[in-house]
């Protein structure tokens, strides 16, 4: 099992920058076998929609109404992945949710998905 834990949403001008981070924890094992992190986002329209992944085998990941603006990162050591959002805007607001994806020993692959953390970005 893996759990996700967010931190950093809030209420910020358009314009403005937040950082969400997400603190990853499991079994040596389960941290292991991850196979990608990453940020989804969701509003009450529309389904959870991808935001930023990253992974060793396929690099970084943006979608592209977020290139250039939102940066992800992971810290292995820290077993954190953090989404720098700057220069907001107001259809950015959403609930964001931390995402990982890891491989069990039947070699399917497993999601798992944090509680989610409220981001508002008022024009």
């Known amino acids: 099992q893996v759990t996700l834990l967010e931190s950093g949403g809030g209420l910020v001008q358009s314009g403005g920058s937040l950082r969400l981070s997400c603190i990853v924890s499991?079994?040596?094992?389960?941290?292991?076998?991850?196979?990608?992190l990453g940020w989804y986002r969701q509003t009450p329209e529309n389904q959870r929609d991808m935001v930023a992944t990253?992974?060793?085998?396929?690099?970084?990941k943006y979608a592209d109404n977020v290139k250039g603006r939102f940066t992800i990162s992971r810290d292995n050591a820290k077993n954190t992945v953090d989404l720098q959002m700057n220069s907001l805007k107001s259809e950015d607001t959403a609930v964001y949710f931390c995402?990982?994806?890891?491989?069990?020993?039947?070699?399917?692959?497993?999601?798992?998905w944090g509680q989610g953390a409220r981001v508002t970005v008022s024009s």
């Open positions: 995402h990982a994806d890891s491989w069990g020993r039947n070699g399917i692959l497993y999601d798992h």
């Open positions: 499991g079994s040596v094992d389960n941290i292991l076998n991850i196979n990608s």
């Open positions: 990253i992974s060793n085998r396929d690099g970084i």
